[in-house]
């Protein structure tokens, strides 16, 4: 492996301790300087031309990257990027475009500069707003990174009652951040959410709103020919079964949330006003079964 090849591997940026222990020698490295093959950020680490800009800056600051900015080196989801890069440095000083954060108190990721998964999310609930923050949570506990009542354990007294308020939002499964976000909003708007029911004659829906109302979550694979005319399909099962049902997208459930719930709110009024009743047509109007 070239020493290219290792820092691609590092995105882009390592230390010369990294480097030397891969077996690039001293002589190698400055050569590899000479060529224009890398460059020296700095003594004690080397970049590639096409390094990690969060990487870099993590390096320059000597820091860690936490809180948002290390959420996609876990695979965590997240509502959008940062602007500012959110570090927790060892001088603690405070720079230009970059958020810093506490001391850390776990293990650091193994070989980037990348604060550990446990202070990540404990920095992004004291940071983000709270959808922002739960959906790294939920996501971190989906692929079983660690589980609420480890972060809950981490963050006693009064002064993080909000954020267990938080911890409680997660939900035991969630297939998606806009799952996790629906099932929030729904359930601060005083209704009753269950997630993943299974409904007979339909399958597994996302969301079952006060034991009448089928509320879906799609994403792209829904706008397909096949999945459309399954969810018809699904639509006319619910109907029979006595349920209704609403479809909601990226879009609405992220973008215009409040609009979602009051139109969840107005079908639930409607059905219990009566609307959604059968009509009253003369007897014999509809064939007996």
């Not at 590899?32 to 870099?56: E, F, K, W």
């Amino acid at each position: 492996m070239d020493i290219n090849e290792f820092l691609r591997s590092r995105h882009g940026a390592a230390r010369t301790e990294t480097l030397r222990k891969a077996g690039f020698t001293k002589r190698a490295l400055a050569k590899a300087v000479n060529d224009g093959a890398v460059a020296r950020l700095h003594r004690g680490v080397y970049t590639s031309a096409d390094a990690d800009p969060d990487v870099v800056a993590a390096f320059r600051a000597d820091g860690l990257l936490t809180c948002v900015s290390a959420a996609r080196f876990y695979g965590l989801w997240t509502l959008g990027g940062a602007e500012e890069v959110h570090l927790s440095c060892s001088t603690g000083l405070a720079r230009r475009r970059v958020v810093h954060h506490g001391a850390r108190l776990h293990p650091d990721h193994p070989y980037l500069p990348v604060a550990g998964v446990a202070d990540v999310l404990i920095h992004a609930l004291r940071c983000l707003p709270e959808l922002d923050a739960l959906v790294m949570v939920q996501s971190a506990v989906s692929l079983a990174l660690l589980s609420t009542d480890f972060l809950r354990s981490k963050l006693p007294g009064n002064r993080n009652g909000r954020i267990r308020e938080t911890l409680d939002l997660v939900l035991p499964r969630a297939d998606s951040l806009l799952e996790v976000l629906a099932h929030t909003h729904f359930t601060k708007a005083g209704l009753k959410v269950q997630m993943h029911v299974d409904v007979p004659e339909v399958g597994e829906v996302d969301c079952l709103v006060n034991e009448c109302l089928i509320v879906e979550i799609d994403g792209g694979t829904h706008l397909e020919g096949k999945q459309v005319k399954k969810d018809q399909y699904r639509n006319n099962a619910a109907m029979r079964g006595g349920l209704l049902s609403l479809h909601y997208y990226y879009a609405d459930v992220v973008h215009h949330p409040e609009r979602m719930v009051a139109e969840v709110l107005t079908v639930l009024r409607k059905r219990e006003a009566g609307r959604f009743a059968p009509a009253r047509y003369a007897p014999g109007w509809v064939p007996p079964s």
